[in-house]
């Protein structure tokens, strides 16, 4: 059964601080991870890797793909209040049209 | 932001009546989801559509039924709503297999 698993669940830190968030996963078919930021509504995307993109960058922000051990990893840096969220991330398979989401990890940032 | 309207935002019914969500997209996509998100399991795949006329079950598809006769729409109907249905649900799009998917804003339902 494909599954993707988040870790921490949650997180409590304060302005400044880094934070890396986990995300192992078993899907078959894999063809991406995707990370997501999902505040009080819609999850809004943040980054795809595959395997021809195994690390991204945007400003704070930034994850790798290890596909031979299957984790993904999100990193903020200098974090902010701005930055409190739930974070997903989901596993895209080839050949299905499927997405299949870890429960997230909450993050809190304290002023 | 991706073009994607769900509708009613909010709503609240009885158990035992039937309900129907309603996506709408503006981006021409082919591949349109419903989930469902409830505390401490995340996002669930409900059912999803490849085109018009062509849909599949996910997960947690028991309950619902959809429709898409239009590209740019996709129903979700709950045929006897039941309070376990009480969620908030997320329509998605994407443009392929394994590629971001852009998410509606949500329809918050409570089934009393």
């Known amino acids: 059964e494909d599954k993707v698993v988040q870790s921490p669940l949650s997180l409590v830190v304060h302005e400044g601080d880094t934070v890396t968030l986990n995300c192992s996963y078993e899907?078959?078919?894999?063809?991406?991870l995707l990370w997501y930021k999902q505040e009080k509504k819609a999850p809004t995307f943040l980054f795809m890797l595959?395997?021809?993109?195994i690390e991204k960058k945007s400003g704070r922000l930034s994850s790798i793909l290890d596909k031979k051990e299957l984790f993904s990893i999100l990193n903020i840096t200098a974090t902010q209040t701005g930055d409190s969220a739930v974070y997903l991330c989901a596993g895209g398979t080839s050949g299905t049209y499927k997405y299949i989401f870890g429960t997230g990890t909450r993050l809190k940032v304290l002023a | 932001d991706a073009g994607i309207t769900q509708s009613p935002r909010h709503k609240v019914t009885e158990t035992g009546t039937p309900v129907t969500l309603r996506c709408h997209q503006t981006e021409n996509h082919r591949y349109m989801y419903w989930y469902r998100q409830d505390p401490g399991h995340g996002l669930r795949l409900i059912h999803y559509s490849y085109g018009v006329k062509d849909t599949d079950k996910g997960e947690v598809s028991d309950g619902y039924s959809v429709s898409r006769s239009k590209t740019e729409d996709f129903l979700l109907t709950l045929e006897s709503a039941t309070s376990s249905q009480t969620s908030v649900y997320f329509c998605?799009?994407?443009?392929?297999?394994?590629?971001?998917?852009?998410f509606g804003q949500g329809t918050r339902l409570t089934v009393v």
């Open positions: 899907v078959t078919n894999f063809r991406s």
């Open positions: 595959t395997s021809s993109g």
């Open positions: 998605a799009i994407t443009t392929g297999w394994g590629t971001e998917a852009f």
